[in-house]
């Protein structure tokens, strides 16, 4: 199962964390920003930047998370450096979860889904343009939405992050309702997350099918975690959203359950006082060793 191999691969680097290539031209250094005139040439900046750095913490981090609409607004030539990103990470040993939030119904979700962690046909020829191991969904549409999804993970050894609580402030509004059975929107998606996992749950007694949940809800990632001890979560919002490690416990079991996402406190490393005098290589790789340290301290 694809979760063991990742619960496997935290394990090796002794690092439940995941690091978000987030990256856009507003982050890259002043001397990368200075040489692009084009979408072709941020394209090739951000590639660059993002091969640098998986070069560089490669035997320090079991996992990247790249989240689409960072390249997506760069066009076709984002897009390129999409899939080059994570072909690279892939090739180097990484894990890699496409944070695409993708969601719809029937067929749409099958071509969403082709593109990630399934195949098209070409002539006989399987093709899967962003080979990832995870990606992430919204499942706010409800079964039939994930299903596609589901079918392909069974098939292709993938796996996906269902959103369930997520990190930003207001997400309350609707997640934290009650409903007619007397549990919030969050805790019914939650239960409907591990019904959808059921057939993909590995070795370690944790599903392919896993959840994401916010770093800044400790109360409510608790509830989930005691009344759904077979999801492995996705964990954002550590760091620059307001995340603490001491409140990243309750996620975890005998230290597993969990990987922990850092994007701008990674990628923007080089600009923070701590790491003055160092390039964005060598500041990224302090920074996610300090967010090792820090995690780990508490799980």
Same mark, same amino acid.
């Given at each position: 199962?694809?979760?063991?191999?990742?619960?496997?691969?935290?394990?090796?680097?002794?690092?439940?964390?995941?690091?978000?290539?987030?990256?856009?031209?507003?982050?890259?250094?002043?001397?990368?920003?200075?040489?692009?005139?084009?979408?072709?040439?941020?394209?090739?900046?951000?590639?660059?930047?993002?091969?640098?750095?998986?070069?560089?913490?490669?035997?320090?981090?079991?996992?990247?998370?790249?989240?689409?609409?960072?390249?997506?607004?760069?066009?076709?030539?984002?897009?390129?450096?999409?899939?080059?990103?994570?072909?690279?990470?892939?090739?180097?040993?990484?894990?890699?979860?496409?944070?695409?939030?993708?969601?719809?119904?029937?067929?749409?979700?099958?071509?969403?889904?082709?593109?990630?962690?399934?195949?098209?046909?070409?002539?006989?020829?399987?093709?899967?343009?962003?080979?990832?191991?995870?990606?992430?969904?919204?499942?706010?549409?409800? *079964?039939? /939405? !994930? $299903?596609?999804?589901? @079918?392909?993970? &069974?098939?292709?050894?993938?796996?996906?992050?269902?959103?369930?609580?997520?990190?930003?402030?207001?997400?309350?509004?609707?997640?934290?309702?009650?409903?007619?059975?007397?549990?919030?929107?969050?805790?019914?998606?939650?239960?409907?997350?591990?019904?959808?996992?059921?057939?993909?749950?590995?070795?370690?007694?944790?599903?392919?099918?896993?959840?994401?949940?916010?770093?800044?809800?400790?109360?409510?990632?608790?509830?989930?975690?005691?009344?759904?001890?077979?999801?492995?979560?996705?964990?954002?919002?550590?760091?620059?959203?307001?995340?603490?490690?001491?409140?990243?416990?309750?996620?975890?079991?005998?230290?597993?359950?969990?990987?922990?996402?850092? *994007?701008? /406190? !990674? $990628?923007?490393?080089? @600009?923070?006082? &701590?790491?003055?005098?160092?390039?964005?290589?060598?500041?990224?790789?302090?920074?996610?060793?300090?967010?090792?340290?820090?995690?780990?301290?508490?799980?």
């Amino acid at each position: 199962m694809i979760i063991d191999k990742l619960i496997e691969k935290i394990e090796q680097t002794k690092n439940p964390s995941v690091i978000g290539l987030d990256t856009c031209f507003d982050y890259l250094p002043k001397e990368m920003q200075e040489k692009c005139n084009s979408l072709e040439d941020v394209s090739k900046a951000i590639t660059k930047f993002n091969f640098d750095l998986i070069d560089t913490l490669k035997d320090e981090i079991p996992a990247v998370k790249v989240q689409v609409a960072y390249y997506e607004m760069y066009g076709v030539e984002g897009m390129k450096a999409f899939r080059d990103t994570i072909k690279y990470a892939r090739d180097n040993g990484l894990m890699v979860i496409a944070d695409v939030k993708r969601n719809d119904i029937g067929s749409t979700a099958s071509c969403y889904s082709r593109a990630y962690i399934g195949a098209s046909d070409i002539n006989g020829k399987k093709i899967t343009p962003f080979e990832s191991d995870f990606i992430t969904v919204n499942g706010y549409l409800g *079964s039939d /939405g !994930i $299903l596609p999804f589901v @079918k392909d993970c &069974e098939q292709n050894d993938k796996g996906l992050f269902v959103l369930v609580k997520t990190s930003n402030p207001t997400s309350g509004e609707l997640q934290d309702l009650n409903m007619e059975n007397g549990k919030t929107l969050y805790n019914n998606m939650a239960s409907l997350v591990d019904k959808w996992g059921q057939t993909t749950i590995g070795k370690y007694g944790y599903s392919s099918i896993g959840a994401v949940v916010g770093a800044t809800h400790k109360e409510q990632a608790l509830l989930i975690r005691k009344e759904h001890p077979h999801l492995f979560f996705l964990i954002p919002g550590y760091g620059a959203q307001g995340g603490k490690a001491e409140d990243l416990a309750v996620c975890f079991e005998n230290g597993k359950g969990g990987i922990v996402n850092s *994007s701008r /406190g !990674i $990628l923007c490393a080089y @600009k923070k006082p &701590e790491y003055a005098g160092l390039d964005y290589k060598q500041a990224a790789l302090k920074a996610a060793i300090n967010m090792k340290k820090d995690i780990t301290r508490f799980i």
